[in-house]
């Protein structure tokens, strides 16, 4: 028999107590809306809510997601300011107070905190700080690097955080959740467009769910996801938050360093600083096709090239979940060394896979 099956209804107690775990992950006391859905499903809510026509939206793009947001906005009627970095690196908290300067009228802005499909996270903490002071409202995608790296909602100031559970919680990619501060509820109140009896409405759940004592659930909830994300919440509580960003930050540290010292590929994000403990992600010399690279590996390691213009020459190691330990590191090493000495490239493994057991060391990386 099937665990999967026959299924009872996930109660309305249940749902709030998973809710309330999620808030704590996410060190916050705002409100926890948790979606049905991928976590595009919140990006868009949130967006919706916030933007309408005669509001001005910063949107730092540091990767393909910015794009997306800076689509919705637009779409929503807000006028966008665009502020791209190179992919390969971050956004400053200084670019963003300029970008502030020049278009005092923003008042919201859109980040990234970690890049999954390019590989860089963005100094979050400082850039927030710059825009409270501006006194817009700030939209944190952290679907990459909650679990990952640190996430501090309330201190740092987030209005509207965004996970989702597939990436460093280990969890399902079927739910996902959006902390909504007292200022975003304002905002989004206040906004005429903002989605109403939607599936996209953040106000439908406020007022059918959350103000009204969270005894009654409006819908059915998803319940085999809201139990997986459920048992994702109590195993980073069991292993600690702490040692699940470690073994995050360990894998990022090691892969870099095996890279370093294998030869041949180098790091897509060149400063340390700037990269997602999240995903590594690689660049391939010129010739050397990482889409053809990637589908020769065993489909059991967590590579694949980059998305789209990126795929001749970006491969990214998804070293995130279960994936995050120094084994699967050794191996994408092993990996990546044998089929570059198959192609007539350069590859020093026995070198990489030291350089990355020490790195993994040094990172404080759990060991045993
Ligand atoms: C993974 C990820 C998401 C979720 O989107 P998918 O397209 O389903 O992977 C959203 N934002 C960021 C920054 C991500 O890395």
Redesign the pocket.
Known sequence: MSPFLDLPPLGAAQFAAIEDKVAALLHTTADVIITQG???LP?EAAIRGAAHPGSTALNIVT?P?GQTFGNWLRDCGAEVVDLAVPFDSAVTAAQVAQALRAAPEIDFVSL??????TGNTNPVAEIAAVVRAHGALLML?A??SVAAEPLLTDAWGVDLCVI?G??AMGGP?GVSAVSVSGRAWERIAANPAAPRRSYLSLLDWKERWTDAGRTVLPHAPAQLEMLALDACLDRIAADTLDATIARHRAAAAATRAGIRALGTLTPFVPADGHAAP?ATTLRTPPGLDAAGLAAGLDPALPVQAGGGALAAGMLRVNHYGRNASPEVVQDCLTAFGEALLATGADADVPTATAAAAAAWRAAGGPTG
């Open positions: 991928e976590a595009l990006l990767g997601y990234v905190h970690a890049e999954a499909a995608d679907v990459a989702g597939q990436k990619a999240v």
